[in-house]
């Protein structure tokens, strides 16, 4: 079982996101306000708390979105689990559908960071089912 440490958003993508005290997800679209919501395989995006906390260690000053991510989780290797893995968050579910990405150019998350984290440990995933996500809300592995 893992445990959300922060929720993040933002209206432009390729940029840092901002915490939110929650947010909503949708069924196939993602998370409202965010702009990767759609009808796509890459709705919500996580990354492990412990690869953040990994990468501050190293001396980078960053914070809950900082990589552009939606979702901070404690508790799982994000990025060792398969295609199809679901987590279930209350009412939420969500499969993951891609594990890392590919980063033609360096994005603005680079230029202001330094190095970004989300092409090599960040997962996306669709939302299965809608609901709301909080800091400290448990999140597990649903078989």
């Given amino acids: ?21 929650a947010i909503e997800l949708k ?8 702009a ?8 919500v995006s996580l990354l492990s708390y ?15 979105g900082s990589f552009g991510e939606n979702i901070i989780v404690e508790g799982f290797d994000l990025k060792s689990l398969p295609i199809g893995t679901r987590f279930a968050c209350g009412d939420v579910v969500l499969e993951l ?5 590919q980063c033609h150019a360096h994005c603005a998350i680079y230029h202001q960071v330094g190095d970004c984290i989300m092409p090599r440990e960040g997962v996306f995933c669709k939302v299965i089912e809608g609901g ?3 800091p400290g809300d448990t999140i597990e592995i649903a078989r």
């Fill in 132 to 134: 709301t996500i909080a």
């Fill in 36 to 43: 990767h919501g759609g009808p796509w395989h890459r709705q």
């Fill in 97 to 101: 559908t891609q594990v890392g990405k």
């Fill in 50 to 64: 412990e690869q953040i906390e990994a990468f501050k260690a190293r001396g980078a000053d960053v914070g809950h």
């Fill in 1 to 21: 079982m893992g445990v959300v440490k922060a929720v993040c958003t933002s209206s432009i993508k390729g940029i840092q996101k901002t915490e939110q005290d």
């Fill in 27 to 34: 069924s196939d679209w993602g998370i409202e306000g965010d």
